[in-house]
């Protein structure tokens, strides 16, 4: 559970430092490259066919590369980033349909909010009042009620 | 010529920090070439395969990577077994030794002793 969460914390971390990762694994795969190259030409290869014999013994790595961008990171959140921005400069690109969508959703939720508003104080909420029951004139103290003559 | 198995899902994780506890700190194509050796070439495992799961075991506190200087006298980054990978590695290998005995006594045991 808890490496589960520390896992979850490093991903996030990961997501915010991308280029940063990509840089070091780039790095880390060119140099297994490279150490795997120098032994196959050790074994007596060509240049050539040495790189190419890493490079198979290796596998895909572009596969790899996406299957390591896809751990590393948080593929969600990434994908929401970049909806999001693509979203935002697709509306740049048309004004008219941006004001227009705008306005009429600041119409609509202002208007729906204010009459709301109404109903909510005319017929929900209940009288700032401890007990809502109907007096009877002429049961309990008449006291606070200025302007009546007591009876008798 | 003896035929190649695919390595089981999470073998290795397993086989990689066995490697570290035995070789000590060591580059990713040190773990991969290790492997290789032990396993007699038997696994066919791309390499490449090794980094996903270095990853995994990074993010999950088992082992701790830094950069130093490879044989070609590069940049290479080094891992190395935690405290945590340590024990995570004597629960894992306890486990499968229990798996791998009862497996087998399912494999040694004869009709007779079933009845």
Redesign the interface.
Known sequence: MR??L??FL??LAATAMRRQNEE??R???E??L???T??NLRAGLSPVEARRQAIL?????E??KE??RE??GLAFLETLLQDTRHALSRLRKAPAFTITTVLSLALGIGATTSIFTLIHAVLLKSLPVASQRVVPPGEGSTLLLPGRVQPG | MKEKTDVLQGTLALMALKTLDVLGPLHGYGIARRIEQISGDLLTVNQGTLYPVLLKLEQEGAIASEWGASENNRRARYYRLTREGRKQLQAESRNWEQTAAIIGRFFTAKAEDLR
């Not at chain 1, 013994?57 to 790595?61: E, M, P, R, S, T």
């Open positions: 490496s589960r520390r896992r490093k991903r070091r694994w790095e880390e795969f140099e297994h490279d150490l795997q120098a032994e013994k290796f596998g895909a790595v596969g790899f299957e390591y751990q590393q």
